[in-house]
Structure formats: C-alpha cells, structure tokens
C-alpha cells in the first residue's frame, strides 16, 4: 500500500465510532525502520482550514483493522491528542 492510498481512507474510532478524519502524516522509527503512529489532524472548525489546536497520534499497535475505504482504531481520544 502506497501512503497516498492510505491518507485517502477515513480514520474511525472504535471506541465511540467517532469519525476523526484522514492521516496526514506519519512517525517513522528511524532504527528499527517501521512506522510508530499514523497522525491525523483535528478536524477544522472554520471553512476547513483554521483553528486547529491538535493532532491525534495513533499509535500502530492502536490500529485495530485497515480495510479499503477506512482504517478502525481503538483508542482513547484525550491520550491521541497532541497539541500543536
């Protein structure tokens, strides 16, 4: 799977089946050569593009399944966020 491809699906979380948007980026772990966590920017308050405060860091161990149109987490959202 190309990154592109994964940055297309919507990110839901199990937890609450709260939609939390599309990844944006990813961490990488420089040593060990794998990804850490998918990061997926809060959604938007105003006409799409102003006012985030946060991203959710979600962890790869959090991902609970990564099917062709979304990818289901298991996490809790107030440990995902990360201020900006």
Do not use: S, T
């Not at 491809?5 to 939609?19: G, H, T, W």
């Not at 980026?25 to 985030?52: H, N, S, T, Y």
């Amino acid at each position: 799977m190309r990154f592109c491809e994964l940055q297309e699906k919507d990110v839901i979380n199990v937890a609450d089946c709260r939609f939390l948007g599309n990844v944006c980026d990813l961490e990488l772990d420089e040593k060990r050569g794998c990804i850490k966590a998918l990061i997926v920017p809060q959604p938007c308050k105003m006409f799409g593009v102003f006012f985030r405060e946060f991203e959710y860091f979600i962890p790869w161990d959090r991902i609970v399944k990564i099917g062709p149109d979304i990818i289901l987490v298991d996490i809790c959202l107030d440990d995902a966020k990360h201020r900006l």
